[in-house]
């Protein structure tokens, strides 16, 4: 099971990047998927999620309007486009994958998750 995320750097205020995520070793249309980030000093945050089947997504209110989030199940990669970033966006960037196998339409969580990935660094500054 392995979530490797990529796309970080250092990114001036106002900019863009855009994350990755390559999930291997499992049935990827049965997980959602999340993006979360911890900042030094600060709590593990949710930033955003969506549901194994990609009808649902969620985002934190402080990157709602900037962050949109999307998942290709064939090519079994989901992506996080965050714009307008800000430096309170600085953080270290983890995948998550939440198993949700239900049949069912579901909504994913931002609240916990099953697996993470190593994370990458996301750093906004001048």
């Known amino acids: 099971f392995e979530l490797v995320e990529s796309g970080g750097g250092l990114v001036q205020p106002g900019g863009s990047l855009r994350l990755s995520c390559a999930a291997t070793?499992?049935?990827?249309?049965?997980?959602?998927i999340g993006w979360f980030r911890q900042a030094p000093g600060k709590e593990l945050e949710g930033v955003s999620c969506?549901?194994?089947?990609?009808?649902?997504?969620q985002f934190a209110d402080s990157v709602k309007g900037r962050f949109t989030i999307s998942r290709d199940n064939a090519k079994r990669t989901i992506h996080l486009q965050m714009n307008s970033l800000l430096p309170e966006d600085t953080a270290t960037y983890y995948c998550?994958?939440?198993?949700?196998?239900?049949?069912?339409?579901?909504?994913?969580?931002?609240?916990?998750?099953?697996?993470r990935g190593p994370g990458t660094q996301v750093t906004v500054s001048s």
């Open positions: 070793g499992f049935k990827v249309d049965d997980y959602d």
């Open positions: 998550t994958a939440d198993y949700n196998p239900s049949p069912s339409p579901s909504i994913c969580t931002l609240s916990y998750f099953d697996h």
């Open positions: 969506i549901s194994r089947t990609g009808a649902n997504t």
